[in-house]
Structure formats: C-alpha cells, structure tokens
T-cell receptor
Framework: DTGVSQNPRHKITKRGQNVTFRCDPISEHNRLYWYRQTLGQGPEFLTYFQNEAQLEKSRLLSDRFSAERPKGSFSTLEIQRTEQGDSAMYLC??????????????FGPGTRLTVL | GENVEQHPSTLSVQEGDSAVIKCTYSDSASNYFPWYKQELGKGPQLIIDIRSNVGEKKDQRIAVTLNKTAKHFSLHITETQPEDSAVYFCAASIHRGSYIPTFGRGTSLIVHP
C-alpha cells in the first residue's frame, strides 16, 4: 500500500500522560499536514511542513503539542500532559508541491486518541 | 478567519434519487472549494473541487456549483447508489503558500437500497 499510513490507529491513555503519533506520507510528497477531527465535526488544521520546515501552525496547536519532521519524510505529533479535551481523531495528509497550484492532499486513516 | 456552514447534517435518500448538499462561506477571498468523502474508519478523500473562476463543474454523477456573489456552493449527486453512503465535507480555502482548507461540519448521506 503506497498511501499515507498512521500509527498507532488507536491510542487510549490516562489524563496527564504523553502520547506520540507517527505519520508516513506518500513517498516523494514534500508537504505534510496534521489535522484534528472531533465527533460530528470536520477536520481542523493544526500544522504543516514542507520538507523538514514547519511553515504554519494553527492557534489550536497549544504549547502541549509539538510536531516534527526531522528528515523531511515521516512526521511525529506529540501531545504532552494529555487532557480529556484532546480526545479526537488525528489525521495526517500529504501532498506534492509544484508552484502555486493546489495539490490534492491525500489523507491517512487517522489515529483515534481517547484520554480517560 | 474563514467560517464554513454546511447543511443538512443528515440526508437520507432512496437509491436512484438525487442528493444535494449546500455550503456557505464567509471570506470572500476564498478561491478554492474542495469536497471530500469520508467512509467509516478512513480519512477524507477528495472527490471533486472547484475554483473561484468557474461556476460549475461536473464529473460523471457528481457536480458542484459555486455562487461567488452569494458565497455559497453545492454538491449534487445524481442516481445515488448505496456505496455513496458516507460523510461528505465541503471546504473553502485561500491560497497562502499552501491551500489550508476550512471544513464544514459534514453531511451524513444514507442511500437506502
């Protein structure tokens, strides 16, 4: 399968614990995006990378959240001191980048986080 | 920032009927409007998109219309099939280095055989 993959698919944690999610984009896609989706809502943008550079962060990305893409390939999203309000589906997407045209974002299946 | 409203939240139709989902957006600078289909346990998948210089676009059984003056756009699915059952999201975006879509809340489409 050459699509976007995310691991783990499900994560249950206790409030206050730290969690880390991984996203592997489609090969040679140099843009990678993180979104959060809560029940009954559309995805909400968190941050995106072009290669290893983090170019934009949403105000939704509090100080407890950090994302990295150290080698411009896979990315990790870490949430420190989790809160019940962090329970959501965390989606990753990747896209190629060419000039100013919109390039389709391909989404992974998501990581569902439950904070008890 | 951009705000996207989507209606209805649930739409139930019989197989073969048409389905229409409507969205409005708030930022007149938005110039790109993608539609996504999300099936259970999967991420959203782009099904069709429209840019602000076009009023209508069609792809087989799916069509989108855009009214820039009224700031609303719609998805039309004709001859619905059970496999069309999913959650559909509209989105609006402004090109600012990259397209970062603002999504609507989604419409759960149920097609009864």
């Amino acid at each position: 399968d050459t699509g976007v993959s995310q691991n783990p698919r499900h994560k249950i944690t206790k409030r206050g614990q730290n969690v880390t999610f991984r996203c592997d984009p489609i090969s040679e896609h140099n843009r990678l995006y993180w979104y959060r989706q809560t029940l009954g809502q559309g995805p909400e943008f968190l941050t995106y990378f072009q290669n290893e550079a983090q170019l934009e962060k949403s105000r939704l990305l509090s100080d407890r959240f950090s994302a990295e893409r150290p080698k411009g390939s896979f990315s990790t999203l870490e949430i420190q001191r989790t809160e019940q309000g962090d329970s959501a589906m965390y989606l990753c997407a990747s896209s190629p980048h060419s000039g100013g045209d919109y390039n389709e974002q391909f989404f992974g299946p998501g990581t569902r986080l439950t904070v008890l | 920032g951009e705000n996207v409203e989507q209606h209805p939240s649930t739409l139930s139709v019989q197989e073969g009927d048409s389905a229409v989902i409507k969205c409005t957006y708030s930022d007149s600078a938005s110039n790109y409007f993608p539609w996504y289909k999300q099936e259970l346990g999967k991420g959203p998948q782009l099904i069709i998109d429209i840019r602000s210089n076009v009023g209508e676009k069609k792809d087989q059984r799916i069509a989108v219309t855009l009214n820039k003056t009224a700031k609303h756009f719609s998805l039309h699915i004709t001859e619905t099939q059970p496999e069309d059952s999913a959650v559909y999201f509209c989105a609006a975006s402004i090109h600012r280095g990259s397209y970062i879509p603002t999504f609507g809340r989604g419409t759960s489409l149920i097609v009864h055989p």
